[in-house]
C-alpha cells in the first residue's frame, strides 16, 4: 500500500508530528511504500536544521531526516506556508531577499500540489493534526 | 465504503470526538489517538455515549498513547481494543480510506 | 494532469482568523481545482462560520479572505455542503451565509447555487461517498 502523509503542526508543540513520524515507521516496517509526507501549516517548521532540543529528549527533525535517509522519502515543506512562517531555502532566499537560509537539507519546499498529486497517486491520505 | 476514523484530542477539551461519533456509519471503525485515548475510560461523564457508540463501530485505542499517560488497559471500557502503530497502520490498509477528526 | 478521479472531500471545521485552518485549507482547494478531481467542500461543526457574509478585519489587521468562496465557483468548486444541525447550534441560517454560486456551462451559463443544505446524516453518507478526506 502506497501511504501519502500529512502533517500539520510543528515538532514539540503538538504530537501531530510525533504521531506521523511513528505512523511512516510502522509503516515502512510492514514493506508498505510512503509516497510522500507533505508538511503544512506550522508543519512546515518540522523542516528547519536550527533546532537544539534538550540532551534528553527526542530530536524531532533529525529523526525525520534520518528515516528520509534511511528510505529515500520525499519530504515535502509547503512554499506558501513556509514563506508566511520564515522556513528558506537557498532558492527561497535568492528570490525573496532573505539573508540566510534554515532548511534541512532532506526536506524540499514545493507547492500545494504535491500534497494534491500525493492523494491522488497514494492509497491512503493520513493526517496528523490539532 | 468503510472509513477508520481518527481523534486525537481529549472529549473533555475539544468537540471532536462527538463530532466523529456523530458522522460514523455502521461498520467503520474509530481510532482514539494522542488526547483522544482518554475517551476510552471507563466512569467518565461519556462513558455511556462510547458504549453506545460501540453497538455499530469498532473503537480502538493507541496503546503507546494510552501508557504514556499512565492508563492501564485494565481502565478502558470493555470492547475497545488497543492496538500499537503497526495495527493502525493496519487499520489504514484495511479501511478505504482514513479521516482525522482535528 | 492525471488520468485517476478520486472523490475529494475537504473537511472544514474551524472558525476564520482564530487560527489559519480555514484560510490554508482554502489554498489547498484552489490549487487542486487544477487536477480535475470530483471536489466536494464540507462545513461542519465552526466550520459553518467561515461562509459568513459581511466579515470585516480591518480592526484585526488581518486579510480578509472570504471573497475567495465566491471566486470558487470560477474553479468548478460547485459541491459546498453545509450542514443544518451545525448552523441551527450556532444560531445561523443560510441566509447569514454568502450566496455562493457557479455558472453551468451545459446549461447556456445558467447561475446555479454552489450550497447545498443538508442534515447531519447527509453529511454522513457524503463522508461515506468520499475516496480523500483532507483534514485542517
Known amino acids: 500500500m502506497k501511504f501519502a502523509i500529512q502533517v500539520n503542526e510543528g515538532p514539540y508543540q503538538h504530537q501531530a508530528a510525533d504521531s506521523a513520524y511513528f505512523f511512516a515507521k510502522a509503516a515502512l516496517e510492514k514493506g508498505h511504500e510512503i509516497f510522500r509526507v507533505f508538511f503544512y501549516h506550522d508543519g512546515v517548521n518540522n523542516s528547519t536544521r536550527l533546532t537544539t532540543p534538550p540532551q534528553d529528549d527526542r530530536n524531532v527533525v533529525e529523526r525525520w531526516a534520518e528515516l528520509a535517509e534511511q528510505h529515500d522519502l520525499d519530504m515535502v515543506v509547503c512554499v506558501a506556508a513556509a514563506q508566511r512562517r520564515g522556513v528558506v531555502d537557498e532558492g527561497e532566499a535568492q528570490r525573496n531577499g532573505k539573508d540566510a537560509t534554515n532548511i534541512h537539507t532532506r526536506f524540499r519546499i514545493s507547492g500545494l500540489g504535491q500534497l494534491v498529486e500525493a492523494a491522488i497517486q497514494s492509497d491512503r491520505l493520513v493526517v496528523f493534526g490539532d | 465504503m468503510s472509513t477508520l476514523h481518527t481523534v486525537n484530542k481529549s472529549p473533555f477539551e475539544k468537540t471532536s470526538l462527538e463530532a466523529c461519533l456523530g458522522h460514523v456509519s455502521a461498520g467503520a471503525a474509530v481510532l482514539l489517538i494522542e488526547d483522544g485515548v482518554y475517551a ?27 501508557q504514556a499517560r499512565g492508563l492501564s488497559e485494565e481502565r ?18 484495511e479501511h478505504d480510506k482514513v479521516q482525522a477528526w482535528l | 494532469m492525471s488520468e485517476t478521479i478520486k472523490n475529494f472531500l475537504y473537511l472544514n471545521r474551524k472558525a476564520p482568523y482564530g487560527t489559519i485552518y480555514a484560510w ?71 441566509d447569514d451565509l454568502q450566496h455562493l454560486t457557479w455558472e453551468d456551462e451545459d446549461d447556456d451559463w445558467a447561475e446555479k447555487d454552489s450550497i447545498h443544505l443538508v442534515t447531519r446524516a447527509e453529511m454522513a453518507a457524503i463522508m461515506d461517498g468520499a475516496d480523500v478526506v483532507f483534514s485542517f
Do not use: C, H, W
Open chain 3, 24 to 94: 490554508e485549507s482554502l489554498e489547498v482547494v484552489l490549487i487542486g481545482a487544477a487536477f480535475d478531481q470530483d471536489v466536494s467542500l464540507a462545513f461542519v461543526d465552526d466550520g459553518v462560520f467561515q461562509l459568513t457574509k459581511g466579515q470585516d478585519t480591518a480592526a484585526v489587521g488581518m486579510k480578509n479572505f472570504s471573497p475567495t468562496y465566491a471566486a470558487l465557483g470560477d474553479y468548478e468548486v460547485k459541491k459546498i455542503f453545509v450542514e443544518k444541525e451545525s448552523l441551527e447550534e450556532r444560531g445561523l441560517s443560510l
Open chain 2, 40 to 66: 476510552a475510560l471507563t466512569q467518565t461523564s461519556i462513558e455511556a455515549r462510547l458504549k453506545g457508540a460501540l453497538d455499530s463501530v469498532k473503537v480502538y485505542a493507541l496503546g503507546p498513547d494510552l
Open chain 2, 76 to 93: 478502558l471500557i470493555p470492547g475497545i481494543s488497543v492496538v500499537d502503530y503497526a495495527g493502525f497502520v493496519d487499520l489504514a490498509a
